[in-house]
């Protein structure tokens, strides 16, 4: 019949011409090259003109392909260039921070660093010891304060909460997590000063003002890692005679633990990094403190930015402390990431 | 060991909020048969089956009227704790859902654990050994009982599912298609558990295979609903042999024969 005569006669053949496996990139690599060149020899920054030539070679890539292949390897090879083209634009800033706080915090990033306070240090020498205590203290406390109060509300919205309280609960979580840290740590300053008047400062103040932007964190990832703990393993435990809050004691979280460390993790990361709500609640301080519920109390990113905002009168040592103060707490960061992902890969279960 | 009861359902309508999911159901499930409930998807008896446990309330706006007697008693009566009617009436899923986070020892365990009851390790060794020789996974897995339960194929998830639930010794046993994820070698075995196990226990299995309600069930009891929207009926519940061989009905003969469903 004809039907069928057509379909067979206007099926594309299975075999096409293509481009040599050097091809695109060989011209990409062409394109940028000249790119580099034409930027040494004008004044154009160097940036826009490797911005364009990805689009240039995006568009020479395209229309080659084009007539040697057909249309759909076109759009292939173009969209693969311009989506790595993306992926490399969107790290580079990444990859710049690092190499600037790595280059220019390894001056100071040495033994006395982590042994010695600031304590009465004009000038060079001296170290941040004491901030690091202190941000270890007041995130650690902000952590102890809000993990349990965002599991168990996690558990609540997943596992108990119904109709409206919980819609109106999720949409408070929701703005919780878009408050701008500085007011954080505006409440926790107008709580502390309802209870011990104006112009207290105090560790556990930071804590606070760190708790309220950790807690919806917290209650989020829960709340997703919660969801993706299949329903069957709940009635297989109802099935069980077990009780409902023991199911999710005994089969929920721990089905769930791996997932829900990792939002800690990922909510002190976010966290441990703030300045201002800090700068505000535990004031500046020198010496080592490591007593939350005593006075004024140093971490590192408030100790970063107080050593560049007033540095001495040779700033040069100031400046240091602080980019050595920077890489500190990247590396505290990425310390508590890659535990977070050793936890995951001892512990992860594979839930689906 | 545990005593196998009989359910006597009269009466009974389930609904999901406003929709009637299924109709004035009356039956008596014996003790030491096995019981299959055939028809076709979405005719309630999967929904009918959960009820005879309370695990249909586990659904948001699930409600029963009607009674179901286990043994004297009716687990609806407003004193009955749900959670004691589940340690008495247990259940083995559609798919094999062992305890990820489990061993394969701790998942037997799992429903004495869970209940805190405290056990000797003799004691609890025994209760495991025996509740796998009862599912017929002992021999294959008496080397690695600290392994994960989820490292177990198919076919062996759904018998350590199903030592699972003997584990905690309960009267009757419900299994909601134990079988239609497995292969037929794995099925065969299931289907040779089930036979072995009505020897202790009650049991209602729903399944959508009428070989295996011929082969497996003493009972055989066919739900239809008449038109979707409706609410699904049991239309007919007999010797397993009369179903299949001389219904009453007329839908019975034409789902069992294959001219519909």
Not at chain 1, 278 to 287: A, D, E, K, Y
Not at chain 2, 36 to 54: E, M, P, V, Y
Request: charged share 15%.
């Amino acid at each position: 019949m004809s039907t069928a005569s057509v379909a067979s006669s206007a099926r594309a053949p299975i075999t096409h011409d293509s481009l040599p496996a050097w091809g695109p990139w060989a011209v990409v690599g062409g394109v940028l090259l000249a790119a580099v060149a034409l930027g040494s020899a004008t004044e154009v920054a160097l940036g826009v003109l490797l911005l364009l030539g990805v689009v240039l070679s995006v568009g020479v890539v395209y229309v080659w392909s084009r007539a040697v292949e057909g249309s759909r390897r076109a759009k292939d090879r173009s969209v693969t260039i311009a989506v790595t083209a993306s992926f490399l634009l969107a790290i580079a800033p990444l990859v710049s921070v690092l190499y600037t706080v790595l280059s220019r915090g390894l001056a100071r990033f040495d033994a006395p660093f982590f042994t010695e306070t600031a304590r009465n240090v004009v000038g060079e020498g001296g170290g941040a010891s004491h901030a690091i205590v202190g941000t270890l203290v007041i995130t650690g406390v902000a952590t102890l304060a809000s993990v349990p109060i965002g599991i168990m509300a996690a558990i609540y919205l997943h596992e108990y909460g119904s109709g409206r309280l919980k819609k109106a609960l999720t949409f408070f979580v929701d703005v919780m997590t878009g408050i701008p840290s500085i007011v954080a740590g505006l409440f926790a300053v107008a709580l502390f000063v309802l209870f011990f008047g104006p112009g207290i400062r105090l560790g556990v103040m930071g804590a606070v003002a760190l708790s309220v932007l950790m807690i919806p964190i917290v209650v989020r990832s829960t709340e997703e890692m919660l969801k993706i703990v299949p329903d069957g393993l709940r009635e297989a435990s109802y099935a069980l005679g077990v009780p409902k809050w023991r199911t999710i004691v005994k089969v929920v979280l721990p089905t769930a633990l791996a997932g829900i460390i990792t939002g800690v993790m990922v909510a002190v990361a976010r966290v441990i990094g703030e300045t201002a709500p800090l700068l505000i609640t535990t004031g500046v301080f020198s010496s080592m403190n490591s007593n939350p519920f005593d006075g004024r109390m140093s971490n590192l990113p408030v100790f970063a930015f107080n050593q560049y905002k007033f540095p001495g009168a040779i700033p040069e040592p100031y400046i240091d402390r602080a980019w050595a103060a920077a890489l500190t707490l990247i590396v505290i960061v990425m310390t508590l990431s890659l535990a977070a992902r050793l936890i995951y890969r001892r512990f992860g279960t594979d839930i689906r | 060991m545990s005593s196998a009861k009989s359910v006597e359902v009269s009466d009974l309508d389930l609904y999901y909020g406003s929709f009637h999911a299924v109709q004035n159901v009356n039956m008596t499930i014996q003790p030491n048969k096995v019981t299959a409930l055939i028809g076709s998807s979405g005719c309630g008896k999967s929904t009918f089956l959960r009820s005879l446990n309370r695990m249909h309330e586990l659904v948001h706006g699930a409600r029963v009227e009607g009674s179901v007697i286990l043994e004297g008693q009716d687990i609806y009566a407003p004193d009955v704790d749900p959670v004691a009617v589940r340690s008495q009436v247990g259940m083995v899923f559609q798919q094999p859902n062992p305890f990820p986070t489990m061993s394969i020892y701790e998942n037997v365990a799992a429903g004495l654990r869970l209940n805190s009851r405290r056990m000797k390790k003799p004691a609890m060794d025994e209760i495991v050994e025996r509740s796998l020789r009862g599912a017929n996974l002992w021999e294959e897995v008496k080397n690695r009982l600290e392994r994960a339960g989820s490292g177990l194929s198919g076919g062996q998830q759904q018998r350590l599912c199903i030592a699972r639930a003997i584990a905690v010794e309960p009267e009757v046993l419900l299994m909601d298609e134990p079988c239609s994820a497995l292969d037929p070698v794995a099925t065969l075995a299931i289907e040779e558990l089930i036979r072995e196990l009505k020897v202790n226990y009650t049991i209602v299995i729903v399944t959508h295979n009428m070989q295996q309600a011929s082969r497996a069930s003493d009972i055989t009891g066919f739900f239809n609903l008449e038109e979707s929207g409706k609410p699904g009926r049991l239309v007919e519940i007999d010797e397993t042999e009369t179903i299949f061989s001389n219904p009453a009905n007329k839908a019975t003969e034409d789902y069992v024969t294959g001219r519909f469903g």
